[in-house]
């Protein structure tokens, strides 16, 4: 089983970015649940969204405590809420942010992690370029996919396409397109740096 | 066919291929997407014929599918929390009256204070109001009982509830395989009244009843609903066969064989005791598993065959008989032969709190060591608990409890876990 935990603000589409993984998984012949935190969410409070996937069928309901991969929409949760509370050491971090995780100051946090599993990407600033709106939940997906290899990035388009009009999902899966670039490169450059 | 969907998404789905021509909706969370659904799809007309009725309220909504289910038109509706309590006396009189009235409860707690997430508190207040209540276990269960229920509603002439758990199934998104439209009218034929308000026909429902007969009148909801432990399981299998899946009946047991220790639960929360069961197993322990998916009517029997091999029981509930401690609990005693003492409560997730494998392998452990309490509320806080009562002994003017306790807490954000 693979856990997911997306930490965001009410009207980011947390639960929707929760959703989404769970159809692309579910698109790829796994079985998937995608539930969120069910709080009376307000614009702006931190929300939490839930995604696990298997290839056996899921029948745990308790929240994710334990996540292989967190995504976090909102970089200004950081200092507000336990985002990263347990986190396994070998998970997947990926952040909504143009900065550096030294840039953070999340520097020392991070060097409890494997380098390889730790991203970040501008999904706003892609979401504002493609879609005109600060969504970045396909965006962080198409990160996702290319941070964690869990699913495919036409899992991810597919997963889209299923869920808004056709306008705005090939928005969409074109930020998430340029996202999946941008990790895939950033991946690359970590490793030729560790490497190096 | 296989689909990934919201679980409110696919019951809206499965009650429109049960063909409903009467549909009361009144909003109120975790149960509106459901309607919602539904509505969009009598908007498109993908629904028809049915009549999509937005009342006033939840005691007009049940009373507008009685008055549609008296006239013969087959009637849902849905509810939730305090949604059921307003609807309570028309939901006595459904029952009362034998109108074969579906309707959906996504179990949600009951305040004050205000709570908005799941617990079964709201389905187990109505427990003897006559209607049949059954528990679905997760989203591909939610929407086969809802199949099923139509079909049992009609053949009985009673209301039937299907409990699902609010947020926990209803805005899960997971695996369901839905059905054709073929194999819904395969298995529920046109609504075939027992009794109609027909102008060609005339007859009066409602009657008042005096002393001379209302003890028989009562007695046949009784018998009728005793009844209903043979049809469930017939219909079940029924299903099976024009299905191709388990679902539904009167129980769901797991890991039985040789278990001394036996848990028994209601709803969503078996899965996360099943993958507990199987950790505990693992290790050598003896434990099974019991799911009460039918409570009512009470599956005594089931239950007794079911609980005969356990050296004791642990029955998990999301409810509390504030002032005795179960109200599952309750019944289960009464169906278990052994002695009362072995028979525990723990009292779980009211209000929404997360119910883990770490909490639930430790509170069964306890009982296998002999340590439990009668009755005992998982992951209380009672050193919180403890400052409360401190507070009431020391002041006479203590204050509003919920209010205190938030304040203390200083909650922002609902935890994680």
Known sequence: MFQVRIHGRGGQGVVTAAELLSVAGFREGRHAQAFPSFGSERTGAPVVAFCRLDTRPIRLREPIVEPDALIIQDPTLLHQVDVFGGLTRDGYILINTSRTFEELGLEEFASGFRAERLGTVPATEIALKHVGRPLPNAALLGGFAALTRQISLESVGAAIHEKFPTKVAEANIAAAAEAFAFVTQQMREAASAQAG | ?417
Request: overall charge negative.
């Open chain 2, 1 to 417: 066919m296989l689909k990934q969907v919201e679980g409110s998404a696919a019951v809206a789905e499965a009650v429109a291929l049960c063909r409903p021509q009467v549909i009361c909706a009144y909003p109120i969370s975790p149960q509106t997407h459901i309607v919602e659904g539904l509505g969009k799809l009598v908007a498109k007309g993908s629904l028809a014929p049915c009549e999509f009725i937005n009342v006033e309220s939840e005691f007009a909504a049940m009373s507008v599918a009685i008055g549609a289910s008296a006239a013969g038109a087959r009637a849902y509706t849905a509810t939730a929390s305090q949604g059921l309590l307003f609807m309570a006396e028309a939901v006595f009189n459904a029952a009362g009256l034998g109108l074969p009235i579906v309707m959906t409860v996504a179990n949600r707690a009951i305040g004050a204070p205000i709570n908005i997430w799941n617990d079964h508190s709201d389905a187990l207040s109505q427990r003897d109001c006559g209607w049949i209540q059954l528990f679905a276990e997760d989203n591909q269960e939610a929407l086969d009982l809802h199949i099923q229920a139509f079909r049992l509603a009609e053949e009985l002439s009673l209301p039937v509830m299907v409990c699902m758990d609010g947020f926990i199934l209803t805005h899960a998104y997971e695996r369901v395989d839905m059905p054709t439209q073929e194999q819904v009218d395969a298995f529920l034929p046109p609504y075939d009244p027992r009794q109609v308000l027909d102008p060609a026909d005339p007859v009066s429902i409602g009657a008042m009843v005096g002393p001379e007969a209302f003890m028989e009148v009562r007695y046949l909801a009784h018998a009728k609903q005793r009844q209903a432990l043979e049809l469930i399981p017939a219909w079940a299998s029924e299903f099976k066969r024009v299905f191709g899946r388990e679902s539904g009946g009167l129980t769901h047991t797991y890991r039985l064989e040789d278990a001394e220790t036996v848990i028994v639960a209601l709803g969503s929360v078996l899965g996360t005791i099943k993958d507990t069961v199987d950790e505990m197993r693992e290790q050598g322990v003896k434990i099974g598993v019991l799911g009460i998916t039918c409570f009512r009517p009470w599956p005594t029997g089931a239950v007794r065959t079911a609980l005969a091999g356990a050296k004791r029981v642990v029955v998990l509930e999301k409810s509390l008989a504030v002032g005795l401690g179960g109200i599952v609990s309750s019944n289960v005693s009464a169906s278990y032969m052994g002695s009362p003492d072995l028979v525990h409560t723990v009292i779980a997730g009211l209000g929404g709190r997360a119910i883990t494998r770490h909490s639930l392998q430790k509170v069964f452990t306890e009982a296998i060591d002999g340590l439990l309490e009668p009755v005992t509320f998982l992951d209380l806080d009672y050193a919180m608990v403890n400052r409360v009562l401190k507070r009431e002994r020391e002041q006479r003017r203590s204050g509003p409890i919920a209010e205190a306790i938030l304040r203390e807490l200083g909650v922002v954000a609902a935890k994680i876990g």
